[in-house]
């Protein structure tokens, strides 16, 4: 053979027997086939063994498995990111003319597809006040054919009764989707409490380091599976196995970083809630927050992520320049890895139409928390030397 046909055919081999503790990085569009009679592109990939690269190599599948697993799933999908997650549980279970309902403080990107594309499509997503409860049944419509769940809720951290709303799902027959980012996929037992299908942004704490996109969708059963994997194949939200194996990293120390950022997020909430400009603390651990009494009956845990309302003297631009004055503390999005983070939502509408203007959101990271305590407490003070406008 030419030496060009050898750079594609090789008999060259690495010896066979390398056992290292890391799951193997395995990189691959096509699967080859011992026949054409075998060649098929069933998406079924866990059951009927490797189709094509799109429905996930094994570091994919492994990932997959471990998710299942740790949530006690039928299957987890992994997906490009949370977002991703979302949208194909909207896809699976929506047809044109379908009725949604869907908690007020969902993730912000959940509502703008509601409004945008599935709008579109005919698909109605109706919101409902995350405290609703059992009550939510007054909302189901005939053509009611999803309830979504987030608890605690996006930056106003309501704590939802998960379990009362999957009971009222079930007796109408339709599935209950939870978005279990918060929890981790652990601190929270989707499904011992009744759901039928827990998505994460893996790109929080299983990812831990900001460094990756992730998502999974968890089902709770073989139906559920085929209507979800049907949906997901289609889309062709395939994922790459560089950032699984990133995501099989994270997942080593999941529990160790979950229970260090719980005992910092706690010292810097609790901290928080003795400064006279700060009004509410919402972290679903604090006696005040909201739903707080189902967070003790229903997790294990509380996790990085808390919101603070600060009083009514302090104007926005106070809040603002607070902010902008953290040093430790870095301003952007997303949540869950080693560094603390803050955020405000002008506008944001909640908890209250005002007080949204007053909310800083937090994200603790693995410092010391002396040190972000120190640093809040010097941004307070370079706050509270701002002239106020008067806004
Ligand atoms: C971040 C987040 C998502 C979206 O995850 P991406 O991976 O950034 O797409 C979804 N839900 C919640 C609650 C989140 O915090």
Same mark, same amino acid.
């Given at each position: 053979?030419?030496?060009? /046909?050898?750079? %594609?055919?090789?008999?060259?081999?690495?010896?066979?027997?390398?056992?290292?503790?890391? *799951?193997?990085?395995?990189?691959?569009?096509?699967?080859?086939?011992?026949?054409?009679?075998?060649? *098929?592109?069933?998406?079924?990939?866990?059951?009927?063994?490797?189709?094509?690269?799109?429905?996930?190599?094994? *570091?994919?599948?492994?990932?997959?498995?471990?998710?299942?697993?740790?949530?006690?799933?039928?299957?987890?999908?992994?997906?490009?990111?949370?977002?991703?997650?979302?949208?194909?549980?909207?896809?699976?279970?929506?047809?044109?003319?379908?009725?949604?309902?869907?908690?007020?403080?969902?993730?912000?990107?959940?509502?703008?597809?509601?409004?945008?594309?599935?709008?579109?499509?005919?698909? /109605?997503?109706? /919101?409902?006040?995350?405290?609703?409860?059992?009550? %939510?049944?007054?909302?189901?419509?005939?053509e009611t054919t999803l309830i979504w769940t987030e608890s605690p809720g996006s930056i106003t951290m309501e704590i939802q009764d998960v379990p009362a709303i999957a009971a009222v799902g079930r007796s109408h027959g339709?599935?209950?989707?939870?978005?279990?980012?918060?929890?981790?996929?652990?601190?929270?037992?989707?499904?011992?409490?009744?759901?039928?299908?827990?998505?994460?942004?893996? *790109?929080?704490?299983?990812?831990?380091?900001?460094?990756?996109?992730?998502?999974?969708?968890?089902?709770?059963?073989?139906?559920?599976?085929?209507?979800?994997?049907?949906?997901w194949s289609q889309l062709g939200m395939g994922v790459s196995p560089d950032e699984a194996s990133l995501a099989l990293r994270g997942l080593q120390t999941l529990g160790i970083r979950l229970e260090r950022l719980e005992r910092t997020a706690l010292a810097v909430a609790q901290w928080l809630a003795d400064q006279p400009e700060v009004d509410k603390v919402l972290h679903p651990a604090l006696t005040e927050a909201p739903g707080h009494d189902l967070w003790k009956r229903d997790f294990t845990g509380s996790a990085s992520v808390f919101s603070i309302i600060f009083r009514h003297e302090i104007s926005p631009d106070q809040v603002a320049c607070f902010v902008d004055a953290l040093r430790l503390f870095k301003i952007g999005y997303s949540w869950g890895g080693v560094t603390a983070l803050a955020l405000t939502y002008p506008g944001l509408g909640r908890p209250d139409a005002e007080s949204g203007d007053r909310l800083v959101r937090l994200n603790v990271g693995l410092e010391e928390p002396g040190d972000l305590i120190a640093d809040l407490d010097q941004a307070l003070g370079s706050a509270m030397r701002q002239p106020t406008t008067g806004r």
């Open positions: 053979m030419h030496w060009q /046909t050898r750079l %594609i055919h090789s008999n060259a081999k690495a010896p066979s027997g390398f056992r290292s503790l890391a *799951t193997p990085v395995a990189r691959g569009s096509t699967v080859i086939f011992d026949s054409v009679a075998q060649a *098929t592109d069933d998406w079924h990939q866990s059951e009927r063994g490797y189709t094509y690269g799109l429905f996930g190599s094994p *570091t994919v599948l492994e990932l997959g498995a471990r998710i299942a697993e740790l949530e006690g799933a039928h299957h987890s999908f992994i997906v490009p990111g949370g977002q991703a997650a979302i949208s194909i549980v909207y896809l699976a279970l929506c047809r044109a003319g379908s009725h949604v309902l869907l908690p007020a403080n969902a993730y912000g990107p959940s509502h703008d597809l509601a409004t945008g594309t599935l709008r579109a499509f005919g698909v /109605t997503v109706e /919101t409902y006040d995350p405290l609703i409860g059992g009550d %939510i049944e007054r909302l189901i419509r005939p339709i599935p209950v989707a939870l978005d279990n980012t918060y929890a981790g996929g652990v601190l929270f037992d989707a499904f011992r409490h009744g759901v039928d299908i827990s998505i994460q942004a893996l *790109t929080k704490y299983i990812g831990g380091h900001s460094d990756v996109l992730l998502g999974s969708v968890s089902v709770a059963s073989r139906e559920l599976y085929e209507r979800v994997g049907t949906a």
